[in-house]
C-alpha cells in the first residue's frame, strides 16, 4: 500500500475548474473530504473502486466528479463550476473494505489513511 499524497490545489475564480490527484495504491475505498479551519470535516466523494461506485456529497453533486486511474496509482477529483464555498483543504483518504455499502456510507472515522491535504480556495 502506498500512503495517499495529494496535488493540484490552487485559487480560481468562481465557475471555474480544478482538478485534484491523489497518488495511491492497494485499497478498494477511497474518498476525498473537505475541511474548514474550525468546522468538521465533510465528505465530498467515495468510490468503491472494485465496482466503480460513487457517492457524492449532495452539495457537489453534478459539479464533481470522482475516478480512478488505475495505471497510474492515482485517484481524482475533478471540481467544476466552483462556488466560493468549496473552499477548504482537501484531503485524500483510503481504506481496504470488501463490501460496496460500508465503502460508500463510511463517514472520517472508517478511513485509515490520510494525505496531508491540499488547499483550494475559490474567490468571487
Known amino acids: 500500500q502506498v500512503q495517499p499524497v495529494e496535488s493540484g490545489g490552487g485559487s480560481v475564480q468562481a465557475g471555474g475548474s480544478l482538478r485534484l490527484s491523489c497518488a495511491a495504491s492497494?485499497?478498494?475505498?477511497m474518498g476525498w473530504f473537505r475541511q474548514v479551519p474550525g468546522q468538521e470535516r465533510e465528505g465530498v466523494a467515495r468510490?468503491?473502486?472494485?465496482?466503480?461506485?460513487?457517492y457524492y456529497a449532495y452539495s457537489v453533486k453534478g459539479r464533481f466528479t470522482i475516478s480512478k486511474d488505475s495505471a497510474k496509482d492515482t485517484l481524482f477529483l475533478q471540481m467544476n463550476s466552483l462556488k466560493p464555498e468549496d473552499t477548504a483543504m482537501y484531503y485524500c483518504?483510503?481504506?481496504?473494505?470488501?463490501?460496496?455499502?460500508?465503502?460508500?456510507?463510511?463517514?472520517?472515522?472508517?478511513?485509515?489513511?490520510w494525505g496531508q491535504g491540499t488547499q483550494v480556495t475559490v474567490s468571487s
Open positions: 492497494g485499497y478498494s475505498c
Open positions: 483518504a483510503a481504506r481496504t473494505v470488501f463490501s460496496e455499502r460500508r465503502c460508500l456510507a463510511g463517514g472520517e472515522a472508517d478511513f485509515d489513511y
Open positions: 468510490i468503491y473502486l472494485l465496482a466503480g461506485s460513487t
